[in-house]
């Protein structure tokens, strides 16, 4: 990296830091198809690295005053990036069962206590979800509990599948930010997996 460009980003972070909509409209610009193409070389889904461009810039933008202090914005990227892609797959694997308790009995972790933290963490997701419109409640769940694509939930619902992703990237926004608290929690099961 030139230091021109090395001076650009830092300038833009800075920027960014300090709320600045234009530099993140910009740096969201330059990097969201890297983004893009790394979720989709891991999770194989055009739906799911949406996603992942989706809720990394707004982990970034909800962590914007720390910016100014990141060296390299690439590796920073990269590293949000792939742990919110490992995250995501892990609570999928939840949500959709396939961790089953099997698995849980030949885990070396505490069993017990994982399975705690794994209900709690249901109830809260399922008390965020119950809070949605009746609309993003209904998608959001046809998604992410039944699987279906965005295109199918539309030709079930008789909507288009542009409002289908409007709904659910207002879903994932409300869910990720409500649920966002409780986080804490829930990474320490992810640390001992």
Same mark, same amino acid.
Request: charged share 25%.
């Given at each position: =990296? ?14 960014? @830091?300090?709320?600045?909509?234009? #530099?993140? &409209?910009?740096?969201? $610009? +330059?990097?969201?198809?890297? *983004?893009?193409? &790394? #979720? ?15 809720? *990394? ?5 909800? $962590?914007?005053?720390?910016? #100014? ?7 920073? %990227?990269?590293?949000? @990036? ?5 995250? =995501? ?7 959709? $069962?396939?961790?089953?308790?099997? $698995? ?15 209900? +709690? ?13 009746? +609309?993003? +409640?209904?998608?959001?769940? =046809? ?16 909507? @288009? &599948? ?6 659910? #990237?207002?879903? %994932? ?21």
């Amino acid at each position: =990296m030139s230091s021109n460009s090395s001076l650009d980003q830092k300038k833009l972070l800075l920027e960014l @830091s300090q709320g600045s909509e234009l #530099a993140f &409209t910009k740096l969201y $610009n +330059q990097y969201k198809n890297i *983004v893009y193409s &790394t #979720a989709l070389k891991i999770t194989k889904s055009k739906t799911l690295a949406e996603e992942v461009v989706q809720d *990394v810039f707004l982990k970034i933008w909800q $962590n914007h005053e720390n910016l #100014a202090e990141i060296t390299n914005l690439e590796n920073y %990227l990269f590293i949000i @990036s792939r742990n919110h892609i490992f995250d =995501m797959i892990k609570k999928i694997a939840r949500e959709t $069962n396939l961790v089953s308790d099997i $698995n849980y009995k030949n885990t070396v972790s505490d069993d017990t206590d994982s399975a705690i933290k794994d209900d +709690q963490y249901n109830i809260i997701l399922n008390q965020i979800i119950e809070q949605l419109p009746p +609309q993003q +409640q209904k998608i959001y769940k =046809m998604a992410k509990w039944d699987g279906l694509s965005h295109q199918k939930i539309g030709e079930n619902l008789g909507i @288009s &599948t542009e409002t289908v992703k409007k709904h659910m #990237a207002q879903a %994932l926004k409300f869910v990720r930010f409500k649920i966002s608290p409780y986080m804490n929690l829930f990474m320490s099961i992810l640390l001992f997996w």
